[in-house]
């Protein structure tokens, strides 16, 4: 059974910081391309940073510069760093997995943890 585990949501002020972390297990993590999304109130689903087996990233324009995701495979954990958050970032944040090649819409990622809300405030 495949769980992804989300931590490290909380409330934070504009131009802070937050790292949130994700725990994977019941599959091999070594192989999955982690992501990680968000959602705000009334929007979809948005991509913002993947990373591949080989800790290659991507990064939404919105997230590019100061959100940094990485991955511990020893750990089957993946995190992001975020700074200089805004509240525009205010969302729930979601971690996913899939396996193989990287990819940036929510519907090619089939695990998926539960949420984590971040709310900045301004």
């Known amino acids: 059974q495949v769980q992804l585990v989300e931590s490290g949501g909380g409330l934070v002020q504009a131009g802070g910081s937050l790292r949130l972390s994700c725990a994977a297990s019941?599959?091999?993590?070594?192989?999955?391309?982690m992501g990680w999304f968000r959602q705000a109130p009334g929007k979809e689903r948005e991509f913002v940073a993947s990373?591949?087996?080989?800790?290659?990233?991507n990064y939404a324009d919105s997230a590019q510069g100061r959100f940094t995701i990485s991955r511990d495979n020893a750990k089957d954990t993946v995190h992001l760093q975020m700074n200089s958050l805004k509240p525009e970032d205010t969302a729930v944040y979601y971690c996913?997995?899939?396996?193989?090649?990287?990819?940036?819409?929510?519907?090619?990622?089939?695990?998926w943890g539960q949420g984590t809300q971040v709310t900045v405030s301004s």
């Open positions: 996913a997995a899939r396996y193989f090649s990287s990819r940036f819409k929510a519907s090619d990622y089939r695990y």
């Open positions: 019941g599959l091999t993590f070594s192989k999955c391309v």
């Open positions: 990373v591949d087996w080989s800790s290659s990233t």
